[in-house]
């Protein structure tokens, strides 16, 4: 049974950084699309970026956020830069299918809250 665990969130001001990990285990990160979401309250679950051979990100994080893999550690990260306050939400490591639409992912993670002032 495949396990994603989140870390990495937290209370950060805006123009900072974060890097959030996803530890993975009961399978290996180079068997699926590894991908990051997020959402806010009262938000619709969102795409961030997602990772199989090369990352492809959605628009408002590109330039701003950097998926990568370790696979030695079975691991990804999500370094976040030049946070802003609509970044705020819980974030979700998720692996499947290579797509962007959510619905399509069954492996989920806790997520991890990111919290961004002004």
């Known amino acids: 049974q495949v396990q994603l665990v989140e870390s990495g969130g937290g209370l950060i001001r805006a123009g900072g950084s974060l890097r959030l990990s996803c530890a993975v285990s009961?399978?290996?990160?180079?068997?699926?699309?590894m991908a990051w979401f997020r959402q806010a309250p009262g938000k619709e679950r969102e795409f961030v970026a997602n990772?199989?051979?090369?990352?492809y990100y959605a628009d408002s994080v590109q330039g701003r956020f950097t998926l990568s893999r370790d696979i030695a550690k079975n691991s990804v990260y999500l370094q976040m830069n030049d946070l802003k306050p609509e970044d705020t939400a819980r974030y979700y490591c998720?692996?499947?299918?290579?797509?962007?639409?959510?619905?399509?992912?069954?492996?989920w993670g806790q997520g991890t809250q990111v919290t961004v002032s002004a």
């Open positions: 998720a692996a499947g299918p290579g797509t962007a639409n959510h619905r399509f992912y069954k492996i």
């Open positions: 990772i199989l051979g090369n990352p």
């Open positions: 009961g399978g290996t990160i180079t068997a699926y699309t």
